[in-house]
């Protein structure tokens, strides 16, 4: 046993690799605890998982979009594909935080229902607890868990409009969902939005023209080259209501997840996201001080993406670092 590490701990890290239900959501509910003792349990629980998420080449999808899209129906649609294919699947689903309690407010994970008791489909609601970009900070360690035993994760963002940009930073594949006749697609390519996804989605397809003319206009006005480089971004149609368009949908998000796997970008990119999320963390407890004080944003994400580690351990040593200067 490693030391510091207690039996149940490992017995815990054991049924998360082996993807037990009860073990998995013990898990994430440790890391959303933020009791001190919960915070250092949490910590050793991350440095056990370490060589499994740190190797995973399991999917990390991201879905966004503007509220109304249909991304909840479009994610349970995606879901039934990947099980047909044998696939297990783990989503996180952000939902808008209770201005009173602080906990999820929609019930959008409703639409999911069809599948929640299915063992190889686990689905935890979290609340994003008014962070702008759509994530609370607990997605991230959150999705690194998940990385261990599903062979997909998505992470389904608040939907609260046009500052959803964090989950280009927190997944390897985002796909970005578009409601038909909306008119946002200008607001969208002002606000930099559209250079976010690697896929684009006008979902609702059976809407007929209007569905029709949101995809020409947002195949008119999107930059088909991803910054990434080395992909093209794609603009599909599909209806998630009546199963339309899903197979192709699925099939071009793993084409994206082989391409990053051919490029050898996957491990990289994840390095970089977490230490983005660190970034992120480091911002929202200490300002933009805090983060010239560990040597400014660049050097921040350089030193940090520099190799694989437990991100709660980055966490307690920037903090460390921080105390000591002031």
């Known amino acids: 046993m490693t030391p510091g590490v207690t039996a149940d701990l490992q ?6 690799r082996a993807g037990q239900r009860p073990a ?17 349990q949490a910590t050793a629980l991350m440095t056990q998982l370490l060589p499994h998420y740190s190797v995973s080449t399991a999917q ?33 689903a952000v939902d808008p935080s209770s201005p009173v309690s602080g906990g999820a407010l929609l019930g959008d994970r409703l639409r999911m ?31 690194l868990v998940m990385l261990c035993c599903f062979d997909i994760v998505i992470v389904e963002t608040v939907g609260v409009g046009q500052r959803e940009v964090d989950i280009a930073s927190s997944c390897d594949t985002t796909c970005f969902v578009a409601q038909p006749g909306s008119g946002d697609s200008i607001q969208f390519l002002k606000a930099g939005i559209l250079e976010v996804p690697h896929v684009v989605v006008v979902n609702k397809e059976d809407m007929g023209a209007v569905a029709t003319r949101t995809l020409a206009e947002l195949s008119g006005v ?19 209501t009546r199963r339309s368009g899903i197979a192709p949908l699925g099939n ?24 983005r999320w660190l970034l992120r963390c480091i911002e929202d407890e200490y300002g933009k001080k ?31 670092r921080l105390s000591i200067t002031h």
């Open 24 to 40: 998995v959501a013990a898990a994430l509910n440790l890391l959303d605890d933020q009791r001190a003792v919960s915070r250092t």
């Open 252 to 275: 071009t998000l793993a084409a994206h997840h082989q391409h990053l796997l051919a490029t050898q970008r996957l491990q990289v990119r994840r390095r970089e996201h977490q230490a």
């Open 60 to 92: 990390m999808i991201g879905i966004t979009g503007p509220p109304g899209a249909g991304k909840s129906s479009l994610t349970a649609a995606l879901i039934s594909h990947w099980l047909e294919h044998k696939q297990r699947v783990g989503v996180i």
């Open 222 to 240: 999107l930059n088909p080259n991803h910054p990434d480089g080395g992909w093209t971004v794609p603009v599909l149609a599909t209806s998630a």
């Open 11 to 16: 017995a815990l890290a054991e049924g998360v």
């Open 113 to 143: 229902t069809s599948e929640v008791d299915n063992q190889h489909v686990f689905i935890r609601s979290l609340s994003n607890r008014g962070q702008f970009g759509g994530l609370s900070q607990e997605v991230w360690p959150m999705s």
């Open 290 to 320: 805090g983060v010239l004080q560990l040597g400014g944003a660049p050097a921040f994400i350089k030193e940090f993406s520099a190799h694989s580690a437990n991100p709660l351990e980055q966490y307690s040593a920037c903090l460390q």
